[in-house]
């Protein structure tokens, strides 16, 4: 079974550009996250889709957009690319949204990673 | 919300059992705590994950006391691939939305 896929693996932008991530999930998995993760930062989340739906935002400003499609699939995209957007972008998938009586269903599995360089 | 905190960093030899505890004091009722491995330049990997008592898979053991306050990843006979950077990663539930918070992480490594 195929895990969680992420294109690309490495980019490199300049500042005030914007870039697409994409994000397909594990078969059958129908929520979709993603993660900011930064040295200095740690892992922060950016948000959450479920049934197409934005189900949660972290602290991110507007420049950071998401969506998810009908097939599950997920793409995050940053807009006016500053150098501090440099980073690791992960994409996790879960089999459900939310429903903490069903513990393992609820497991986040996380793909490689899509590397962004700003310069 | 719950806080979570763990050691920046631990060393290891090879073959010996490695204990990495998270501190999670504001855990709530419902709450799960996953702990995940990551290696340089990867995404996480899912180790295990559990709500209470003790839970073992083929790679990991985790233990919660009774108060859930806390959490302890083992590791069995460590080798130098188990070096990484280990995240403890608590998961609840803030009305419709999933609540994540994720430890600062712990560099365990491995020494010959």
């Known amino acids: 079974k195929a895990g969680v896929t992420q294109t690309p693996r490495y980019l490199i932008k300049t500042r005030g550009q914007q870039v697409t991530l994409s994000c397909s999930p594990i078969?059958?998995?129908?929520?979709v996250s993603w993660y900011q993760q930064t040295p200095g930062q740690g892992l922060q989340f950016l948000f959450e889709y479920f049934s197409e739906t934005q189900r949660n935002k972290g602290n991110f400003p507007g420049r950071f957009s998401g969506r998810q499609f009908s097939n599950s699939r997920s793409e995050m995209n940053v807009s006016t690319l500053e150098l501090g957007d440099s980073a690791l972008y992960l994409c996790a998938s879960s089999l459900v949204f939310p429903d903490l009586s069903k513990e393992s269903g609820n497991t986040i599995y996380f793909g490689e990673g899509s590397w962004l360089t700003v310069v | 919300l719950a806080k979570t905190t763990q050691p920046i960093s631990m060393d290891s030899y090879e073959g010996q059992e490695v204990n990495i505890t998270c501190s999670h004091n504001n855990i709530a009722t419902n709450d799960y705590i996953t702990w995940y491995q990551q290696f340089p330049s990867q995404g996480p990997r899912f180790i295990i994950q559990g709500y209470k008592t003790k839970v073992t898979n083929e790679v990991a053991s985790l233990f919660i006391p009774a108060d859930r306050k806390s959490s302890t990843l083992s590791l069995p006979r460590v080798s130098l691939s188990d070096t990484a950077v280990y995240y403890c990663?608590?998961?609840?539930?803030?009305?419709?939305?999933?609540?994540?918070?994720f430890g600062s992480g712990t560099q365990l490594t491995v020494l010959p």
């Open positions: 990663l608590v998961v609840g539930k803030s009305g419709s939305a999933r609540q994540l918070t």
């Open positions: 078969s059958g998995h129908r929520s």
